[in-house]
């Protein structure tokens, strides 16, 4: 069973317009309104792969009753923790160009209260059969050890947990060791507090430190250069597919989503990744966090080369 858990989620609102001009009026081209929040869009995406997720969290006010009601229309189940505050919109702006600029809100303030309940929920769910995907950020008043104290804490019921954070969190949690993770390139400059861009052969060693460290797959992923793969038994590089991109919000999930998937199948590693790779590219061809058909992952997967290293 694959439980994901979106501390702060969020309504997705993708506009489209001719290009941006700063301190003037824009006037948008189109609009599009998502249930969003990175395990959201995991749990959306490894329902259009063929699988079942429970999607859970915080959400709160008209935005949570809306994200609530999409999932149910998806047939994705659904089990959140209702808060008092206003579940966040998050707005996206695509340019003609593919310039995309993210304005994210901060979110609601989440009371010690629902905290508990929320801790209580996934301990429930927890056992050796559970994968749990905890990604994104928090919203006000979760304290930034949060992923950490979970992770130990699922893990002790025999859970597996994949976590996608980054900042504080993803530092503060590496110490509980997830067993899967999904940094981006930056996540991993930051975290080894690299000035300038890593090549190819420091990423890899950056990987395997924190292989070393007691995580059992580092999924680096590198946008449209593709992503590296890493584990104690096998690793390996896969290029990026050419696709007509729209929109790369939420393609890291889309990787993150067809892992999770994979494991929960018992794929093999180069199955697993090629699926990962597939499904991102197919992610970007989108609009908004829409996840791409099985039908077109089937095809995409069908032009990964997975090399190993
Ligand atoms: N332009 C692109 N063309 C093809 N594939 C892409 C493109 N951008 C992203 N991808 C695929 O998506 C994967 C994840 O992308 P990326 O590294 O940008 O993740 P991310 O930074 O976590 O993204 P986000 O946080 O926006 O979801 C890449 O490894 C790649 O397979
Ligand atoms: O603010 P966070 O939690 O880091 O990211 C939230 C978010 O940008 O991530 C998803 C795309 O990955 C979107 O659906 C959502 O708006």
Same mark, same amino acid.
Do not use: W
């Given at each position: 069973?694959?439980?994901?858990?979106?501390?702060?989620?969020?309504?997705?609102?993708?506009?489209?317009?001719?290009?941006?001009?700063?301190?003037?009026?824009?006037?948008?081209?189109?609009?599009?309104?998502?249930?969003?929040?990175?395990?959201?869009?995991?749990?959306?995406?490894?329902?259009?792969?063929?699988?079942?997720?429970?999607?859970?969290?915080?959400?709160?006010?008209?935005?949570?009753? $809306?994200? /609530? &009601?999409? %999932?149910?229309?998806? +047939?994705?189940?659904?089990? @959140? *923790?209702?808060?008092?505050?206003?579940?966040?919109?998050?707005?996206?702006?695509?340019?003609?160009?593919?310039?995309?600029?993210?304005?994210?809100?901060?979110?609601?303030?989440?009371?010690?209260?629902?905290?508990?309940? $929320?801790? /209580? &929920?996934? %301990?429930?769910?927890? +056992?050796?059969?559970?994968? @749990? *995907?905890?990604?994104?950020s928090i919203p006000n008043g979760v304290d930034k050890?949060?992923?950490?104290?979970?992770?130990?804490?699922?893990?002790?019921?025999?859970?597996?947990?994949?976590?996608?954070?980054?900042?504080?969190?993803?530092?503060?949690?590496?110490?509980?060791?997830?067993?899967?993770?999904?940094?981006?390139?930056?996540?991993?400059?930051?975290?080894?507090?690299?000035?300038?861009?890593?090549?190819?052969?420091?990423?890899?060693?950056?990987?395997?430190?924190?292989?070393?460290?007691?995580?059992?797959?580092?999924?680096?992923?590198?946008?449209?250069?593709?992503?590296?793969?890493?584990?104690?038994?096998?690793?390996?590089?896969?290029?990026?597919?050419?696709?007509?991109?729209?929109?790369?919000?939420?393609?890291?999930?889309?990787?993150?989503?067809?892992?999770?998937?994979?494991?929960?199948?018992?794929?093999?590693?180069?199955?697993?990744?090629?699926?990962?790779?597939?499904?991102?590219?197919?992610?970007?061809?989108?609009?908004?966090?829409?996840?791409?058909?099985?039908?077109?992952?089937?095809?995409?997967?069908?032009?990964?080369?997975?090399?190993?290293?």
């Amino acid at each position: 069973m694959i439980i994901t858990v979106t501390m702060n989620p969020a309504i997705d609102k993708t506009v489209d317009l001719v290009h941006f001009e700063h301190g003037s009026l824009n006037r948008l081209t189109n609009v599009i309104i998502d249930a969003g929040g990175k395990g959201i869009n995991v749990s959306k995406t490894i329902k259009e792969l063929g699988g079942e997720t429970i999607a859970t969290g915080f959400i709160g006010g008209s935005g949570g009753v $809306l994200i /609530e &009601k999409v %999932l149910k229309e998806q +047939g994705i189940k659904s089990d @959140f *923790v209702q808060v008092s505050g206003e579940t966040r919109t998050n707005l996206k702006v695509v340019e003609q160009n593919g310039f995309v600029t993210e304005l994210n809100e901060p979110g609601p303030v989440i009371k010690q209260e629902e905290i508990d309940l $929320l801790t /209580e &929920k996934l %301990l429930g769910y927890a +056992g050796a059969d559970t994968l @749990f *995907v905890i990604a994104g950020s928090i919203p006000n008043g979760v304290d930034k050890n949060i992923y950490k104290e979970l992770i130990i804490k699922l893990k002790e019921k025999g859970a597996k947990v994949f976590l996608d954070a980054d900042g504080d969190l993803f530092v503060n949690s590496l110490e509980a060791k997830p067993d899967i993770i999904k940094p981006n390139r930056s996540e991993l400059e930051e975290y080894f507090s690299m000035d300038y861009r890593a090549n190819e052969e420091e990423l890899i060693k950056m990987g395997n430190k924190l292989l070393d460290k007691g995580i059992g797959m580092v999924a680096i992923s590198l946008g449209q250069m593709g992503a590296l793969f890493l584990s104690k038994d096998q690793s390996i590089r896969c290029p990026g597919l050419k696709v007509e991109a729209h929109s790369t919000v939420g393609a890291g999930d889309a990787m993150v989503a067809a892992l999770s998937y994979s494991i929960d199948k018992g794929y093999d590693f180069e199955e697993s990744v090629k699926l990962g790779i597939a499904t991102s590219a197919g992610a970007v061809t989108t609009k908004g966090t829409k996840p791409p058909s099985r039908d077109l992952v089937d095809k995409l997967k069908a032009q990964v080369t997975a090399v190993n290293i």
